[in-house]
């Protein structure tokens, strides 16, 4: 562990990395299985871990070395009583459903908590259990979760809670390797899940965690390395599992995840209302700013796409993608790439648009996913009366029917919406000739 020398300079991207996700989780609702921390100060708050002073006494014997355990549970029992302060009131912190908390937590990946709770609301009450879950049709989930994005959540959810109704008899398991063996349960949420419904002292680190972790230890590796992930895991394991026996595993847990989207941010933290900022590395030497250290990005590529919006009278020409690739399982309006609608002509024929539709350029949407830029030229057409389909389209769409685009009841990605959104809009290309 760190401690006052100053690392060599190398590129650390701390002060501008935003949180991979903004997450919280499942609370402890019931008083009496709450645990009090083992440590108080005599007013009945948690204080701050103190910082180790060394003797300024000339000829005084050199103080004793801190206990690492004694400092752990310390830590732990501060955040925990700043949790139960502080912690927003959130609807996944209102029970202890292990099947309403692996929800939560597969929503909170890569989305932020506002936009998560009315999809979480709303969810809950079409599918309440797992074997509400399981019994649904996929078009049926992935029409409830449509704008919230990453779909392939949705989609391996949707298989997961099949598994656990044949194998569980619809009750997740308390067991880690047996949460792992789940389609889509990686360490993260299974320690979630665990600590959270089950009581077990399971780590878990997400972006979050990692952040808090990195500067309370300090933590030089680059967070996203092999060696970096290994530490961070080692030490939420060791703080987990340390405090076990004072500090209820699940609120723990929540109180990191809490500390890192609210005060422990990735710019300007909140030191001063940090309730273990007399135990951070980062806060004694000044480093908050560079720590974590994480390893640029690559620059995302951008690719150049036509969509084709053709309709007939209420009706629009939707195809939908083959599961496994981008969107998959999702309806959209027919794209090919394509860098101008006069090129993607011979490839819209491929994947049901014929060439008798008068498409023209109607605008432009961009779209920013993972790991590219979508660059999308939308057209449009109308067309007198609906087509039969050619009888295999090319990938990677799987089928297509025409849907009225006001009553779908189907999964539809937010890149599909913007395009429909703009194929809608007053006509900016009367002047543009059909090609």
Known sequence: MSTTSRPPARKRAGADQRPARSRASAGEDDPARQRSPRRRASSGEQRSPRRRASSGEQGAPPPAAPDPGERDREIAAALEAWFGRVARDLPWR?????????????????????????????????????????????????????????????????????????????????????????????????????????????????????????????????????????????????????????????????????????????RNPRCDACPVDGACVARATGRQAELPVIAPKRDVPAVAMVAAVVRSGDRVLFVRRAEGGLFGGLWEPPMVEARSLADARALLELVGVTRDAALREVGRVRHILTHRRLDVTVARAEVAAPWRFRAKLASPYEKAAWLDPGALDIGVSKLARKVLSAASAPDAGTARRPR
């Open 94 to 266: 209102r029970t202890r459903d292990p099947y309403a908390i692996w929800l939560s937590e597969v929503m909170l990946q890569q989305t932020r908590v506002e936009t998560v709770i009315p999809y979480y609301e709303r969810f809950l009450a079409r599918y309440p259990t797992v074997f509400a879950l399981a019994s649904a049709e996929i078009d049926d989930v992935l029409s409830l979760w449509s704008g919230l994005g990453y779909y392939r959540r949705a989609r391996v959810l949707h298989l997961a809670a099949r598994e656990v109704t044949s194998r569980h008899d619809g009750a997740l398991p308390r067991d880690v390797s047996a949460l792992l063996a789940l389609p889509g349960v990686g360490a993260y949420t299974a320690g979630a899940i665990a600590s959270i419904a089950y009581d077990q002292p399971v780590p878990l680190v997400d972006g979050n965690v990692a952040r808090v972790l990195s500067r309370i230890e300090g933590i030089d590796d680059d967070i996203r390395s092999a060696s970096g992930t290994r530490k961070l895991w080692s030490t939420a394991e060791r703080l987990v599992r340390g405090s076990a026996d004072s500090v209820h595993p699940g609120r723990f847990n929540q109180a990191l995840m809490e500390l890192g989207a609210t005060v422990c941010t990735p």
